[in-house]
């Protein structure tokens, strides 16, 4: 089974602080992402990252930063923490397909259980 | 822009009966969905995909349609048990991208 491993389940933050969330998987996996899941709006993605060091915005990248140094590791960073950042943080790996995907050949994501950050 | 939506934010079923959850897109491009199921303090749990070859996708007490031309699709669950109540997402996504679009979910309570 692919487990997804989040450091912390709770965590309590000061405003202006800077936070990082740690994310490990231990099946390989080249694709890791960042989603923040907020009531009424769903799972929304704040990065993603699909090779060591390589990385792309998401939809809401403003305030994050993310660091991927070694394959299985992800790492989110919010450089300086503000209220509105107080949010269940989720983590979720996927392999990768290579070159032009056959429709049946998508994987889906497998997630960590998450971070519930507050900042106060 | 919200381009996969789940209009009902619960639903609540008797012990045994159909559960039917539905989602709507607007994306063509989706070639790619997925339903998850997520309890309280856990992550989202991978549950049924279906690609847009495909209109229906059958694993044991879920079933998953989709109807291309009205963009929708919906996720059966039958018989319905206790542990069945969680909040579903539906997601999507295409080739091209590794970009997933999630519903915002439907809390489903099954009563014992």
């Known amino acids: 089974d692919v487990k997804v491993t989040q450091s912390s389940r709770y965590l309590v933050k000061r405003t202006g602080e800077k936070v990082f969330l740690e994310c490990v998987q231990d099946?390989?996996?080249?694709?890791m992402f960042w989603y923040r899941q907020d009531p009424g709006l769903g799972l929304r993605l704040i990065y993603f990252?699909?090779?060591?060091?390589?990385?792309e915005k998401g939809d809401i990248p403003e305030g994050y930063s993310v660091s991927r140094e070694k394959k299985e590791r992800f790492s989110l960073i919010l450089e300086s923490a503000s209220t509105n950042q107080t949010s269940m943080y989720l983590c979720?790996?996927?392999?990768?397909?290579?070159?032009?995907?056959?429709?049946?050949?998508?994987?889906?994501?497998?997630f960590g259980d998450g971070t519930r950050l507050s900042i106060l | 822009d919200q381009q996969v939506k789940q209009n009902s934010p619960s639903l609540s079923v008797q012990e045994g009966r159909i559960s039917i959850l539905n989602c709507d897109y607007t994306?063509?491009?989706?070639?790619?969905f997925l339903w998850y199921k997520k309890y309280p303090a856990e992550g989202p749990t991978f549950l049924i995909s279906?690609?847009?070859?495909?209109d229906k996708n059958e694993d044991g007490r879920f079933t998953v349609f989709l109807n291309k031309s009205a963009k929708h699709l919906s996720l059966h669950i039958v018989p319905s048990q206790p542990g069945d109540s969680a909040v579903y997402f539906c997601?999507?996504?295409?080739?091209?991208?590794?970009?997933?679009?999630f519903g915002t979910g439907t809390r489903l309570k099954v009563l014992a």
């Open positions: 997601a999507a996504t295409h080739s091209g991208t590794y970009k997933y679009i």
């Open positions: 279906i690609s847009s070859i495909k």
């Open positions: 990252s699909y090779d060591v060091k390589m990385k």
């Open positions: 979720a790996s996927s392999f990768i397909s290579r070159g032009r995907r056959p429709q049946y050949s998508n994987q889906p994501q497998h």
């Open positions: 994306n063509s491009m989706f070639d790619y």
């Open positions: 099946m390989d996996h080249e694709n």
